[in-house]
């Protein structure tokens, strides 16, 4: 539990200080903004899909460092993927997330996601890892509404 918990810090530090694929996409098809008004993060979310497939993704906002490493991820997450993997990807993300903290939780798939684990630790920092996610499942509907995680 220290080493995963020393990863998520790590990781965390990591992706805060360079967010991966931040930067506005000006020939995006779906784009969304997100709130959490529990920190105040916001982020603003572009993809490119083409047919089912997710080809493009990136992040532009401010927030605290773990809604920023949770979009920063996220988008390398969801390159390559199809809809219906980034959707299962979310459930299992979700599903880590509000899992009780002395539960053992393993969820294949989640690959390098599965570091969030730690934020069980900080209930209220929940919404910022999926401030994100909410954002991006806006984004697919084309919802012009912001997206907010209360
Ligand atoms: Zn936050």
């Not at 992706?15 to 991966?20: A, Q, T």
């Not at 996409?25 to 784009?31: E, G, L, T, V």
């Not at 910022?128 to 012009?144: M, P, R, S």
Request: contains cysteine.
């Amino acid at each position: 539990m220290s080493d995963l918990r020393e990863l998520y810090q790590q990781t965390i530090i990591d992706h805060n200080r360079k967010p991966r694929n931040f930067h506005p996409m000006p020939n995006a098809d779906h784009h969304a903004k997100g709130h959490n008004p529990l920190c105040g993060d916001r982020l603003e979310l572009y993809l490119k899909i083409d047919g089912q497939r997710i080809t493009d993704a990136s992040f532009t906002g401010a927030g605290c460092a773990i809604s920023t490493a949770s979009a920063s991820m996220m988008t390398e997450a969801l390159k390559g993927r199809t809809l219906d993997e980034a959707k299962a990807i979310y459930q299992k993300f979700h599903t880590l997330l509000t899992t009780p903290l002395h539960e053992p939780v393993t969820i294949d798939g989640l690959d390098k996601l599965e570091v969030f684990s730690g934020v069980r630790e900080f209930p209220v920092r929940v919404k910022c890892a999926t401030l994100a996610w909410h954002t991006f499942e806006a984004a697919v509907k084309d919802d012009q509404h912001e997206a907010k995680t209360e």
